[in-house]
């Protein structure tokens, strides 16, 4: 199992930006997708997950409305998309399956 994120990310607050994960060795639409981010000095925080199979979604609260998690299975490639960046996103956004197989990690930094 492999899950290879986007590269490093440099963002205004305000805009938007959108990470990619794409996974190989296992059949991509038969396990969920987890998204987790670490921001500098604090813990894994939890944003939601997606199954590929339907797309269907579940978000943490602190994310609805502002968090947006697709799946392409044709790629095998889950996307976020995190959009109105505030300088308090500043994270490390990680993808994973089932939270025992973990992407790289993709730097996301909002700055003006």
């Known amino acids: 199992v492999q899950l290879v994120q986007s590269g490093a990310e440099l963002r205004n607050p305000g805009t938007s930006v959108k990470v990619s994960c794409k996974a190989s060795?296992?059949?991509?639409?038969?396990?969920?997708i987890d998204w987790v981010r670490q921001a500098p000095g604090q813990g894994l925080e939890w944003m939601g997950r997606i199954d590929p199979e339907d797309g269907a979604t579940n978000y943490a609260q602190k994310f609805q409305g502002r968090v947006t998690f697709t799946a392409d299975t044709p790629t095998s490639t889950a996307y976020v998309e995190l959009s109105s960046l505030r300088s308090e996103d500043t994270a490390v956004y990680y993808c994973s399956r089932g939270l025992a197989y973990w992407g790289q990690g993709t730097q996301v930094t909002v700055s003006s």
């Open positions: 060795g296992y059949t991509f639409s038969h396990y969920y």
